[in-house]
């Protein structure tokens, strides 16, 4: 008994040196140490950062694929409820507080590096602002709400960098992801193949998406919904609201509809996009049903393949289903969505 007292003294003597330890700095020293913990990591990237950024996004829109939506003359005009994509740059920061970007806007944004004044703050959240100029505030408007300060959330099971900004509350409103770049290539290809497969997907004349599992299809859009595009992704000289938006909504006639088939009546799934060194990213992604939610896009050819495969969180332990050229290990689901030009 009195041996069982003298090792209840022990524990909590050496738990109490522990909180001693954590309260022995001050919260300005500490908050600190979490902004030279952020910007030691930003700067000690030697290839620098890609940044995918979706400052718009409803999880709600088109993802119900068993709503009826009505098409009065036949094509769907109401292209102001589209919602927004996301955008893709390259960023190296360095110790002097400066940040070289590039960006997918156009053929220069590729390879005009932009220099620009970044900061890494802390109130509640640590923040890292770009004070002077970059591509990236040309987001910041009514339009698109972007944000040039985001706000530190921590690292996901991949080690990125995830941030969020002040704009919502709400969850799934909005994607920042930091991805470190893994050689000095990376810089110059990256970044093209993002844009490269991006000008692909809205050139195609008829894309289509096809969700399927062996030889069952779940879905298959089949409404054109297209312009044809001029060379550089534009129609007379002004980009389209699938472009300028970054948006993308897939058709598909409902040939077994309860009250029968209705040719002014379809069903719809769509998203935002953004181009990537492997294909492309949807986001919030393409939502087929609770599960299968189709997010990462590998270019394969003249299409674009999704295989979701299950994986658990090692942390969270929770199960995710992701593409498979991710995580080439995961459990396969033969569940594949694929989009191509149907022309």
């Known amino acids: 008994m009195k041996l069982g007292f003298q090792i209840?003294?022990?524990?909590?003597?050496?738990?109490?040196?522990?909180?001693?330890k954590v309260f022995d700095s001050s919260p300005s020293e500490r908050n600190a140490n979490?902004?030279?913990?952020?910007?030691k990591e930003l700067v000690n990237a030697?290839?620098?950062?890609?940044?995918?950024?979706?400052?718009?996004?409803?999880?709600?829109l088109f993802t119900n694929v068993n709503e009826l939506i009505t098409l009065p003359k036949g094509i769907f005009e109401d292209k102001n409820k589209y919602g927004y994509g996301g955008h893709y740059f390259l960023m190296k920061f360095s110790e002097n507080g400066i940040v070289e970007t590039v960006a997918d806007y156009n053929k220069e944004s590729l390879t005009k590096k932009l220099q620009s004044?970044?900061?890494?703050?802390?109130?509640?959240?640590?923040q890292l602002s770009f004070t002077t100029y970059t591509y990236l505030h040309s987001l910041v408007n009514d339009r698109f709400t972007g944000s040039s300060d985001f706000l530190y959330t921590g690292k996901d099971v991949d080690g990125n960098l995830i941030f969020k900004t002040s704009s919502y509350i709400?969850?799934?409103?909005?994607?920042?992801?930091?991805?470190?770049?893994?050689?000095?290539?990376?810089?110059?290809?990256?970044?093209?193949?993002?844009?490269?497969n991006k000008l692909f997907f809205e050139k195609?004349?008829?894309?289509?998406?096809?969700?399927?599992?062996?030889?069952?299809?779940?879905?298959?859009?089949?409404?054109?919904?297209?312009?044809?595009?001029?060379?550089?992704?534009?129609?007379?000289?002004?980009?389209?609201?699938?472009?300028?938006?970054?948006?993308?909504?897939?058709?598909?006639?409902?040939?077994f509809a309860s009250q029968g088939w209705l040719e002014n009546k379809v069903k719809g799934l769509g998203s935002g996009y953004v181009g990537t060194a492997d294909g492309l990213t949807f986001k919030p992604g393409i939502r087929y049903s609770e599960?299968?939610?189709?997010?990462?896009?590998?270019?394969?050819?003249?299409?674009f393949v999704c295989e979701?495969?299950?994986?658990?969180?090692?942390?969270?332990?929770?199960?995710?289903?992701?593409?498979?050229?991710?995580?080439?290990?995961?459990?396969?689901?033969?569940?594949?969505?694929?989009?191509?030009?149907?022309i």
Not at 34 to 39: A, S, T, V
Not at 204 to 233: E, W
Not at 234 to 255: I, M, T
């Open 46 to 60: 030697p290839y620098g950062w890609a940044v995918t950024y979706f400052p718009r996004t409803d999880s709600l």
């Open 117 to 126: 004044e970044f900061e890494v703050s802390q109130n509640t959240f640590m």
């Open 308 to 342: 979701l495969v299950k994986v658990v969180d090692p942390y969270s332990k929770k199960i995710h289903w992701v593409s498979k050229h991710l995580a080439p290990y995961g459990e396969e689901s033969g569940v594949i969505a694929e989009i191509r030009d149907e």
């Open 170 to 196: 709400e969850p799934a409103r909005e994607y920042i992801i930091f991805t470190k770049l893994k050689n000095d290539e990376s810089w110059q290809e990256d970044i093209q193949k993002s844009y490269d």
């Open 204 to 255: 195609m004349k008829n894309p289509q998406l096809i969700i399927r599992r062996a030889g069952r299809v779940y879905f298959h859009s089949d409404v054109q919904m297209n312009v044809t595009y001029g060379g550089d992704g534009s129609v007379n000289g002004k980009q389209p609201p699938e472009v300028y938006q970054r948006y993308r909504l897939f058709l598909a006639r409902d040939y």
């Open 8 to 20: 209840l003294i022990l524990m909590v003597f050496c738990f109490s040196c522990k909180d001693e």
């Open 34 to 39: 979490h902004i030279g913990e952020l910007r």
């Open 291 to 303: 599960t299968y939610i189709f997010y990462d896009f590998r270019r394969e050819g003249e299409r």
